[in-house]
């Protein structure tokens, strides 16, 4: 069975600071890796996906993540932190016979 | 263009009642799934449609959860006698082809089962 964990339930950055939101999955066979973001009361938002090929994946916002196969990760990142980041930031994972599995979540807040 | 809709945005129901939960996908797009938010977690699958047929039912809790997209484009989450452990943010999204295509998601639905 697929899951996914993100092992912190919040990141604190000050603004202007680089990021980091954790990611680690488990899954048989090749991956497919996903992160959203979710704004209050809104849905969530498509950031970025690793498919194949280069592991260093960039996104909308700024936003990059790094897919390292031996480690089972794949953490988003951004270099610089702006305070309308502060939001709720989820990653998934997909294989083909599965279905979509979502993360719990983390919340990130960026302090001015 | 415009992005997948829901409504209601907001339900509120008496334990036992019926609810139905529209969906209305990105025009074109041949997959639709339908997820369960509670608070603090992270969604949870329910059900996918590829076209008009539930290609995946297998996230639905019980007999009492139940959808629908009889013309392969809006979609009905349909719960019947409701009970307070329903009650979520109930959202829609919708991908081109299914599969590891990116699902884009809908506002989704609060239900609040009194």
Redesign the interface.
């Known amino acids: 069975a697929q899951s996914?964990a993100q092992p912190e339930d919040q990141v604190n950055v000050a603004e202007g600071n680089p990021l980091t939101v954790k990611c680690t999955y488990s899954v048989s066979g090749n991956p497919?890796l996903?992160w959203?973001v979710q704004y209050p009361?809104?849905?969530?938002?498509?950031l970025l996906?690793y498919?194949t090929g280069d592991n260093l994946v960039k996104g909308s916002y700024g936003f990059e993540a790094e897919f390292n196969k031996s480690q089972t990760s794949f953490h988003l990142k951004k270099p610089s932190a702006l305070v309308s980041d502060s939001a709720l930031y989820?990653c998934?994972v997909?294989n083909?016979g599965q279905?979509?599995?979502?993360?719990?979540?983390t919340r990130l807040s960026v302090l001015p | 263009g415009a992005g997948v809709s829901q409504t209601p945005s907001n339900k509120v129901t008496e334990k036992g009642k019926y609810v139905e939960l529209r969906c209305d996908p990105i025009s074109g797009h041949t997959a639709l799934y339908w997820y369960r938010q509670s608070l603090g977690q992270g969604p949870e699958f329910l059900i996918y449609f590829q076209g008009t047929g539930a290609a995946d039912d297998s996230g639905l809790p019980n007999d009492r959860f139940f959808a629908v997209r009889p013309e392969g484009s809006v979609s009905t989450l349909k719960i019947q006698r409701t009970e307070r452990g329903d009650s979520a943010v109930y959202l829609c999204a919708s991908s081109l082809m299914g599969g590891a295509d990116t699902q884009y998601f809908g506002p989704g639905t609060r239900l609040t089962v009194l």
């Not at chain 1, 279905?99 to 979540?105: A, D, E, L, Q, S």
């Open positions: 996914v497919y996903f959203y009361n809104r849905g969530l938002q498509f996906k498919i989820f998934a997909y083909y279905n979509f599995v979502f993360g719990p979540g």
